[in-house]
């Protein structure tokens, strides 16, 4: 249930601003002590496919899988793309039990049983293995028909590759890990619904999403693309949450959908995904030939190439991050400001960033490598601030997104 919130004393007064709150000396902990687990993560996205390039165990997986495969070439690129994901997940999996579960719990975040953690691992583990054996045949069968373009079209591929994943996945796939249901408050709901109807989302898809099994973190997202698009809540944000504050949520989640930031997110991953193929195809030849008789091939089209893929991709994706996490940043400060212009209810929205930051152990101001490679959203000391001070409508200056809602201005 909802609890007394820190700043309920302002909530009388709709002009009051709502003070950015000091963190707990736990969220500075959990804080500091996350670099840490975001560096480990890197690292070992750099090291297991290294170690396994370098060790010959590539090789060898390849031609166990040419054996089970009997020679089939498709079979061949199945299975082994199969068993990469399975050996690289059993390699990950100590980190991740510490990281995904034994952190969480120590700093009072989790509520998921050990049974539950691993069940959701076997099957995130079994679907990835899963969509590698149906679609990795496609690089290496561009590899070895167009071995100058390959990485050209294999990068074209990602959009429509991206926006069928984004279809499928909130209708086969998350239902496998959350259930979805209608929400409950349904009255709340009816709120919801309306400003979809001001934001022009006909017929808009809410969804509340029991997490409060597994976690006592608060969170929103837009979820799906083209006709499997959805607002999903998880209840603990609905229980927590005042149903003004869970009313700009919705407004920001709706801005999302509105100025189509799901469209921008496909077409950046495109051109990553190439830029990083391009980088792949410029330095894996150099690479498999100064380092062929460790690796156990000589051919970039040889599937046991994966793993050196997937290591000179992984060094491009990590130095472009800030570009892509700045992109992140801007959406967020974007859908915020659309939130606030549906909502026009500033202290609300401040409010559900002090929420935000008490409820998930955050900081309201981190450092500038955290921003870099980490911040997918504004500093939260810069949504309360934002959200304190952005009024157009007050000195009567023009909304920026005041064209998208379709009922008349209050």
């Known amino acids: 249930m909802w609890q007394a919130d820190p700043v309920s004393a302002q909530a009388f007064d709709s002009s009051a601003s709502v003070a950015v709150p000091t963190p707990s000396p736990l969220a500075v902990q959990y804080h500091r002590s996350g670099h840490l687990v975001w560096a480990g993560a890197a690292a070992l996205e750099?090291?297991?496919?290294?170690?396994?390039?370098?060790?010959?165990?590539?090789?060898?997986?390849?031609?166990?899988?040419?054996?089970?495969?009997?020679?089939?070439?498709?079979?061949?690129?199945?299975?082994?793309?199969?068993?990469?994901?399975?050996?690289?997940?059993?390699?990950?999996?100590?980190?991740?039990?510490?990281?995904?579960?034994?952190?969480?719990?120590?700093?009072?975040?989790s509520t998921e049983t050990a049974g539950s953690w691993l069940a959701d691992w076997a099957k995130a583990?079994?679907?990835?293995?899963?969509?590698?054996?149906?679609?990795?045949?496609?690089?290496?069968?561009?590899?070895?028909?167009?071995?100058?373009?390959?990485?050209?079209?294999?990068?074209?591929?990602?959009?429509?590759l991206t926006a069928l994943a984004m279809v499928v996945a909130?209708?086969?796939?998350?239902?496998?890990?959350?259930?979805?249901?209608?929400?409950?408050?349904?009255?709340?709901?009816?709120?919801?619904?309306?400003?979809?109807?001001?934001?022009?989302?006909?017929?808009?898809?809410?969804?509340?999403?029991?997490?409060?099994?597994?976690?006592?973190?608060?969170?929103?997202?837009?979820?799906?693309f083209g006709g499997t698009k959805r607002i999903v809540l998880w209840d603990t944000l609905v229980d927590r949450l005042r149903d003004d504050e869970v009313v700009f949520v919705m407004g920001h989640e709706m801005g999302h959908f509105v100025l189509r930031h799901t469209?921008?997110?496909?077409?950046?991953?495109?051109?990553?995904?190439?830029?990083?193929?391009?980088?792949?195809?410029?330095?894996?030849?150099?690479?498999?030939?100064?380092?062929?008789r460790r690796f156990g091939f000589d051919r970039v089209d040889d599937v046991a190439s994966l793993p050196l893929l997937v290591l000179?991709?992984?060094?491009?994706?990590?130095?472009?991050?800030?570009?892509?996490?700045?992109?992140?940043?801007?959406?967020?400060?974007?859908?915020?400001?659309?939130?606030?212009?549906?909502?026009?209810?500033?202290?609300?929205?401040?409010?559900?960033?002090?929420?935000?930051?008490?409820?998930n152990l955050a900081v309201p101001r981190t450092g500038l490598l955290y921003r870099l490679w980490r911040g997918s959203h504004p500093d939260l000391a810069d949504r309360i601030e934002f959200s304190n001070r952005y009024r157009p409508w007050s000195t009567g200056n023009p909304l920026r997104y005041g064209d998208r809602f379709r009922s008349p201005e209050r």
């Open 125 to 160: 583990t079994a679907i990835t293995a899963a969509l590698a054996a149906l679609i990795l045949w496609i690089p290496y069968r561009l590899l070895r028909a167009s071995p100058g373009r390959w990485w050209l079209w294999t990068g074209l591929l990602t959009a429509p």
């Open 170 to 224: 909130p209708v086969w796939i998350a239902p496998l890990f959350d259930r979805y249901g209608p929400m409950r408050d349904r009255e709340l709901e009816a709120r919801i619904h309306q400003l979809a109807a001001r934001a022009g989302i006909p017929d808009g898809r809410v969804y509340e999403v029991r997490k409060s099994d597994d976690t006592r973190r608060v969170n929103a997202y837009v979820t799906g």
């Open 263 to 292: 469209l921008t997110v496909i077409l950046v991953v495109t051109l990553l995904a190439t830029l990083s193929l391009y980088t792949v195809h410029r330095v894996a030849s150099r690479l498999v030939a100064r380092f062929h």
């Open 46 to 109: 750099l090291l297991v496919p290294t170690a396994l390039l370098f060790s010959g165990a590539s090789a060898r997986l390849r031609d166990l899988a040419r054996r089970l495969a009997r020679g089939r070439w498709l079979f061949t690129v199945a299975i082994y793309g199969a068993g990469y994901v399975l050996i690289q997940a059993i390699l990950f999996l100590p980190f991740g039990w510490y990281a995904g579960f034994v952190r969480q719990h120590a700093y009072g975040l």
């Open 312 to 359: 000179v991709g992984g060094v491009v994706m990590l130095a472009t991050t800030p570009v892509a996490l700045a992109l992140s940043r801007w959406q967020e400060r974007e859908a915020d400001r659309f939130g606030l212009e549906i909502t026009r209810d500033n202290q609300a929205a401040a409010r559900a960033f002090v929420r935000l930051h008490d409820e």
